[in-house]
Structures are given as C-alpha cells and as structure tokens.
T-cell receptor, first 113, second 111 residues
Framework: AQSVTQLGSHVSVSEGALVLLRCNYS??????LFWYVQYPNQGLQLLLK??????LVKGINGFEAEFKKSETSFHLTKPSAHMSDAAEYFC???????????FGKGTMLLVSP | DVKVTQSSRYLVKRTGEKVFLECVQD?????MFWYRQDPGLGLRLIYF???????EKGDIPEGYSVSREKKERFSLILESASTNQTSMYLC??????????FGSGTRLTVV
C-alpha cells in the first residue's frame, strides 16, 4: 500500500520569498510522484511529475521538486513566491503507471504582500 | 488540451434522492476516476474504471455506484443520498502512466 504525508496544512510566505512544501511518501515499489495545484472553485491541475527519470523535476509556473529516495521525500519548491501562487497543493503517489493515485491531505499556500 | 467536463458545478438534493453525477472526457483516455474532496481529508477515491463496462471499487465505495457504458463517459450514482455525502466530487481521466486530468468539480449539498 502507498501513502503520502504532507507536512503542514497551511504554509504562509511573503511575496518574493522561497516556497517549500513538504511531501513524504511510502511505497513498496519505486514510485511515480506528482504535485497538483487547486485554485478556488476549480479542479486540480498537474504541476509536475516524477516517473523514474531525472530526480530534479521542473514543472509549470516556476515550480520544481526533487525526488530523494533515501529520505522518501518529494518536496516542492519555488525560489520566489507570487501572489498568484496562493492555492492548495496536493502531493500524490502511484505505485506504478498502472495503479491509482493516492493523494495527501493538501497544503494551503498563503502569500502575503 | 484534454477536457474533462462535469455536468454540474453545484447541486442541491434531498435526502433519499437518487443522484447522478456525469463526467465526460474528450481525449480517448482509457482510465476514469471519481474522487470526493473534503476539508482536511484531501481526495479519496470512490470508484475507477480502466475500460468500458469495467469498474473497480476505490477506498470509499459505500453508498455509491458507477456506470461506464461508453469510453468517454463515467457516471457516479448516489443510490439514496445522505447528508454525509455532501462534498466536492471530482472526476478525472488519464492514459496509463500519465498524470490525471481533472474536471472542475461538482459541489453537492444534500439537505
């Protein structure tokens, strides 16, 4: 069975500051890992995904994430936060490309001027 | 771009009603999924389907059923709606090995 833990239900940053959203996973096999973003009253949008290629994955809107097997982590970062980054972010894991996604409980990112 | 369309953004239904939530995707994806999203609980998988007329239970299937008569359409059915089924329902589709594409969601209120 696979699982995802997102540390912190809310993260607050100032505009221009580093964004770091934490995700740890549990999987019995090499995982596929994903980050999604949800803006208010919308569905989820794929930010980036790791599927056993390069460990540093670049996504849309300047976000990136690094797969660290030894730490079972897949943290999401962005060097400089924008007001438009305020949203809820979900980390998800899949055991293979053929199995369903298991989502974390989400982290709400708040960006202040 | 792949589009996943959920027929209603907001629904209000009465306890005991049979409720149909419709989802259509336009990119010939094999896989389709229904999740519910609740504050503090994230997304939980209700049912999924890897092919027409095929369905598999997810983590919380109780009180729900699904129908997939055509590849592009995946319907979620609440047989007898209850207040604890008030939630945001999200449909998604995917190809094997790819990420999911989500619809905009249906916010269902059962009164």
């Amino acid at each position: 069975a696979q699982s995802v833990t997102q540390l912190g239900s809310h993260v607050s940053v100032s505009e221009g500051a580093l964004v770091l959203l934490r995700c740890n996973y549990s999987s019995s096999v090499p995982p596929y890992l994903f980050w999604y973003v949800q803006y208010p009253n919308q569905g989820l949008q794929l930010l980036l995904k790791y599927t056993s290629a390069a460990t540093l994955v670049k996504g849309i809107n300047g976000f990136e994430a690094e797969f660290k097997k030894s730490e079972t982590s897949f943290h999401l970062t962005k060097p400089s936060a924008h007001m438009s980054d305020a949203a809820e972010y979900f980390c998800a894991v899949s055991a293979t490309g053929y199995s369903t996604l298991t989502f974390g409980k989400g982290t709400m990112l708040l960006v202040s001027p | 771009d792949v589009k996943v369309t959920q027929s209603s953004r907001y629904l209000v239904k009465r306890t005991g009603e049979k409720v149909f939530l419709e989802c259509v995707q336009d990119m010939d994806h094999e896989n389709m999924f229904w999740y519910r999203q609740d504050p503090g609980l994230g997304l939980r998988l209700i049912y999924f389907s890897y092919d027409v007329k095929m369905k598999e239970k997810g983590d919380i299937p109780e009180g729900y059923s699904v129908s997939r008569e055509k590849k592009e359409r995946f319907s979620l059915i609440l047989e007898s709606a209850s207040t604890n089924q008030t939630s945001m329902y999200l449909c998604a589709s995917s190809l094997q090995g790819a990420g999911y594409t989500f619809g905009s969601g249906t916010r269902l209120t059962v009164v």
